[in-house]
């Protein structure tokens, strides 16, 4: 190729200098001719340095062997056999960002220490009727559930989240507070002695602050005061502090933390170990003063297999200041459309173990059966404790899910004359509960 | 001009030196062109239109019934065929014309068998396999069994979100012999005997949608063995992961080649497909991409060491399974829907039982 060229140059001279004299226009276009060829001729041998120092290189890569198969992405080779099933059978449609949901409800009672329910074999009714609305538009979530049941209609929470780049997430709102087993503290429907005491599935007015990290899951939570604005107000999901007769204290400035770290997480045996504690003050309408209360708790969630073990143990403590000849050993709480007094110090205890049977059937979705007990250590007065366990079991089959509870209890609210403050005739009481649900 | 030009695109001859063939995405079509429409267009003198689709029958119904048929050919999979074809919106398609092998070996017997449909030609076998890790696993599985024993070979499982593969899996490793799968299955007995099993392992299983899901899952670890679709793997290991496969009780399932009825163009569709379908087209085509071709004569022009990496291959066949894309046709809504059912029910006590 170097050779042709310069060849082809040397030809070219040649043939300039046999042409006749020429004139001055044709002298200065010769020497432009000249000036050109000189620079093609400098190119071509910058041309060919490089094209020597590419073969040398080339020369001295190792061969890259040939690939087996002559596909550049053989990801992409799809036939028709590793086609998605949605693409064959319609693809479920993407979930609208705000979705509704609820719930109605009916509940069968029968009370083995009530002549008149025995007489008339239980008595059954309507139970509830619940609405939800739960969404997320651009990582700020909504979740609001009213609930309206004969004795009172309530939003049980309402809260606003914002969820971070890392997955942690801010709520502000009524939520429920995080504090010792989450969610619930129990399997069953009547729940345990820990959500009648306010320890459990208790959803406050407040901020809240989680965060997942491997193993760790952190909880922080500052509540200014009870969710409805209005302490006398006895139509609560769960139990609060409430200003009632001769007590009028409020539950406010309340901090709760929660830290719990779980073994085996995302594998078929999760075990989960965690503290909580909470303090805050009550503040006394009457004296215009500011008591105090706390409250810490431990507990295990090991859910391995089909089995699920809950242990807790909660120490409590509300300090008011009532006025003179107004007890300081219980405090009164609010719920339900109703009122009752709690042992002002105590401890509590909940070992809850059940188990999710294994269906393949096409009708049942789900059969959990348990056994929950519950316990309220109460440390002041003369107060017998309080206990409650329930058997039970909740079947689901699409979107119906009851529970058959057989619970007994002593010296427990709601069962005869049963008090979470000063006991009552120490006797074991029963009772049948069947609630059907339709859940959307 | 506009009645000249009219006339031009109506005419016969220009129809007829066109084809339009459908077929899937990516490396896959590539491999056709590759393999044979190239070839056929040079050796037709026509042009091939290759376009791509997603599936299903719904297009060519539409086609079909408004006798406005714009596809020649479609690369179709043996689950749609079967319905397309009952529903009389295929062609038929006579054998007896179709190439004989090279050593004249006639075709009907040179094709694997089932692969000759009514109203379509099989092309190609992929295959649902095992894969593992071989750093990763100490005892490689031996057999399908081995895949559902958490016990004796511990770690995670990767399956597909899919009832299919995996029930023919699970009567399998509870016993049942490869041919009775689909009469077992067929049966309300038979279902619940294969989710029992499938039970037996639900709390070690990732579930994956898409073949790059299943890999992802070995790749990362997350699993010590999966299903997976055969040509995966061989991406994975040409990537340079030590990736195993086990074909013990491999499930295949074929892609066929059918003709759209009241086409424009049936014999040089005709023409195409049995092109398409000859020992050297498929031979070809299986120069890019690892699946297997359904004559058993393209399976001898390709090289040894390849070979035993097909799903086709004689001692990898040993112990498949045909997918019954017919039974799969009639019951994959039924199953389906209780598969995402029994999936939804958690094995473990749920955090939070209705409130």
Redo the contacts between chains.
Sequence with gaps: MATVSRCTAAVALLMLAFIPAPSRSEVDEVARLQQQLEALQQRLEVLERRLDTERRRSAARPEVPEPRFETERLDEAVTGAERLEEARIGAAPEPPPIRFGGALRFNHSFREDVRDSRTRRGDSGFDLFRLNVDGEIRDIILSAEYRYTPDMDVIRHGWIGYRFGDESMIKLGIHRVPFGLLPFASHNFWDGVPFYAGFSDNHDLGIAYERSDGPWDFHLAFYKNEELGNAGRLARYAPDVVRKDDQQNEDINRFNARVAYTIGRDTGCENEFGISGQRGDLVNAITDSRGSHWAAAGHVDSRCGRWNLQLQGIRYDYDPDNPAGVSNDTIRLGAFGTSFDLAARGKLAAANLAYNFDLTGRWLDQLVCYNNYSRLFKDVGDGQDSELNTVGCGAGAGPLFAYVDLIFARNMLFFGEGSLADGSDDRWRGRLNINLGYYW | MLLCTTALLLSPAFAADRLTVVS?????V??QM?GFILPFEEAAGITVDVLEY???IKEVRSQVRSWNVRWDVV??????AGRACREGLLLPFDHDTLPPAPDGTPAGQDFLDGSLLPCGIGN?V?A?VVAYDQDRIDRPPRSVEDFFDVQGFPGRRGLR??P?VNLEWALIADGVAREDVYRVLDTEEGV?RA??VL?RIK??VDWW????EA?RLLETGRVSMTSV?N??V??AV?RGENFAILWDHQV????VWVMPRNGRRPELAADFIRFATSTESLARQM?????GPVRRSSLERIDPE?RRQLPTAEENMATAIE?DAEWWAAN??RL?E?FE??L????????????
């Design positions: 899937w995405g990516g490396a896959y590539k491999s590759l997603n599936g299903g690369d179709m999979e043996l689950f749609d190609v992929a649902t979100r899919s299919k619940e989710f029992r039970n709390p070690w949608r898409s073949g790059e890999i679709f040509g995966r061989f991406d040409q295949w399932f074929m892609d120069r890019y991409i690892p699946y390849i997918g994959l809504d389906k209780r059912r029994w939804e029910r958690p094995v473990m006590v749920p955090r939070a039982l209705p409130n």
